[in-house]
């Protein structure tokens, strides 16, 4: 069990699915370069996090819902959990809402600019909050869904056991380089394209391996 001072950022789980180096510079280095893509990313989820609760008959939709893990050592926000009406014998699946009768099944529902991605980056942010939602209700939670701004569909995404396993050794992963402060070697990859931090991170030139001799040849152009 991890302390509340321990905690990483949920959304940390994203960024190290895609490129370990990309989350090193965020998370280690601090840093951080804005392109469209990023902006337009950001803006969609303050939209979401704007909206107030919202009830409708068997659904209750909360907004930028707080969540936490410390089995894990996660923190962040749920863009959005809808909780649906369960029938009252749900007892292992669904939990009691203050101020409102009844059984309550939760699913987080996660925002996201583009399209639906082939990696597992989306889907292992999304089970990582349904993990901290299982330990804050001591429920299990089954699906949740995640809903793309580019085609303004919602797709449905079930937390199997590797899912699980994946989401949670990601979150080991993620606390060993943060405890050695370790920024890994810049690989390239298709997705560097479209990375915000590609001129920080350089994968052209420091993923190519550089003789001692161009090295040194480099070294003294720099300091001349």
């Not at 789980?13 to 990309?22: D, G, I, K, T």
């Not at 803006?43 to 893990?69: A, D, K, M």
């Not at 894990?72 to 009406?85: I, Q, T």
């Not at 330990?135 to 699980?164: D, K, N, W």
Request: net charge neutral; hydrophobic share 40%.
């Amino acid at each position: 069990m991890f302390a509340e001072s321990e905690l990483l950022p949920l959304s940390g789980l994203q960024h190290l699915a895609f490129c370990e180096r990309q989350w090193a510079l965020i998370h280690v280095e601090q840093a951080w370069d804005e392109n469209s893509l990023t902006a337009r990313g950001r803006v969609l989820h303050n939209r979401v996090h704007e909206q107030t609760e919202e009830t409708r008959h068997e659904l209750l939709i909360t907004r930028g819902l707080p969540v936490r893990s410390l089995r894990l050592g996660l923190s962040g926000k749920a863009d959005v959990v809808e909780f649906k009406r369960a029938a009252d014998d749900a007892l292992t699946t669904a939990t009691e809402i203050p101020d409102k009768s009844g059984l309550w099944t939760p699913e987080p529902v996660e925002y996201k600019r583009g399209r639906a991605k082939r990696d597992p980056c989306d889907r292992v942010q999304l089970c990582a909050q349904a993990l901290c939602l299982e330990e804050m209700f001591r429920i299990e939670i089954v699906q949740g869904a995640l809903f793309y701004g580019a085609t303004r569909r919602r797709t449905t995404v079930a937390f199997t056991p590797e899912l699980r396993s994946q989401t949670e050794a990601l979150a080991a992963r993620m606390h060993d380089l943060f405890a050695h402060s370790v920024t890994p070697p810049a690989v390239l990859i298709p997705g560097c394209k479209s990375c915000s931090l590609r001129e920080r991170c350089q994968p052209e030139t420091l993923s190519k391996p550089v003789s001692a001799e161009r090295y040194v040849r480099r070294a003294l152009r720099e300091i001349a």
